[in-house]
């Protein structure tokens, strides 16, 4: 993500006038084969389409879900703790 900035609501790579990443899912840490760390999910429109928190592998810390038509602010958000949904 620190290679990436933002514009209008989309991720672009420095220097560059294409939205990234147009056929990317998520973008985030792996570790051990497991979602680790913050992760950002886009629609494909290129838009945010959330972002999550992750710990081995499960959900954890909070949640923001966004609709495709690039509004910022959150359509739903939440909290997940060891992978379950607490509010």
Do not use: C
């Amino acid at each position: 993500m620190n290679a990436l900035v933002q514009r209008d609501g989309l991720f672009f790579q420095k220097f560059s006038s294409t939205p990234f990443p147009r056929d990317a899912r998520g973008r985030g840490h792996i570790q051990d084969r497991k979602h680790d760390g913050p992760w950002i999910f886009f629609h494909p429109n290129g838009q945010v389409e959330s972002r999550y928190a992750f710990k081995e592998g499960k959900p954890d810390g909070p949640w923001v879900l966004f609709n495709p038509n690039g509004n910022t602010i959150p359509e739903r958000s939440g909290t997940y703790r060891n992978g379950a949904l607490v509010d």
